[in-house]
């Protein structure tokens, strides 16, 4: 399997939800990007296992974002990865600017995090921080059954919008605001 860098994005009602060693972590509603690698010999399955996770919630957490995927408040929308065997992810961390959640995913670096808040739906920053990157995203819209309800002014359907981006092709605006 290739290697490489992803993002998560998750979409999530103000909560509280307690994440291992972080202890109880206060979320805004909105939505959440959190940058990992996939480096290891599993390479880039490693996103099927946060899909399925987030899917099936039948697993014991044992990174930080999992506890984000097997809890209920959090519903993962995209995926985005890309291919490479450097380690970008904290150079794709620091693209994803401020806002980010202190401590969280970053155990294994000096990066202040790797979890990311905004207010709207960041799937075309997250791509151009990939992009700036010299990397090509792929994009995965992800149905799940705790998916947050898609009634927003003015947003549309998410599928209507989602399907370009299937391909790395992320388009232009928000498909979806809170």
Same mark, same amino acid.
């Not at 990939?130 to 990397?135: G, I, N, T, Y």
């Given at each position: 399997m290739d290697k490489g860098i992803y993002c998560l994005v998750f979409r999530n009602p103000s909560c509280t939800v307690r994440v291992g060693a972080l202890g109880?972590?206060?979320?805004?509603?909105?939505?959440?990007?959190?940058?990992?690698?996939?480096?290891?010999?599993?390479?880039?399955?490693?996103?099927?296992?946060?899909v399925a996770l987030s899917r099936e919630k039948d697993r014991r957490p044992k990174w930080h974002v999992d506890y984000l995927s097997a809890g209920s408040a959090f519903s993962l929308r995209y995926t985005v990865a890309a291919t490479t065997t450097k380690r970008l992810e904290c150079r794709l961390a620091a693209a994803l600017g401020d806002g980010g959640v202190l401590g969280f995913g970053c155990s294994d670096c000096t990066c202040p995090s790797h979890l990311?808040?905004?207010?709207?739906? @960041?799937?075309?920053?997250?791509?151009?921080?990939?992009?700036?990157?010299? *990397? $090509? @995203?792929?994009?995965?819209?992800?149905?799940?059954?705790?998916?947050?309800? *898609? $009634?927003?002014?003015g947003s549309g359907n998410i599928g209507e919008h989602a399907q370009g981006w299937e391909h790395g092709n992320p388009g232009s605006g928000d498909p979806e605001e809170l």
């Open positions: 109880d972590v206060a979320f805004r509603k909105g939505w959440h990007i959190y940058a990992g690698s996939a480096l290891g010999s599993g390479g880039l399955a490693r996103l099927e296992r946060h990311f808040w905004k207010k709207t739906c @960041p799937l075309q920053e997250v791509c151009d921080a990939f992009m700036s990157l010299d *990397l $090509s @995203p792929q994009t995965k819209t992800i149905n799940t059954r705790n998916a947050v309800p *898609l $009634s927003h002014e």
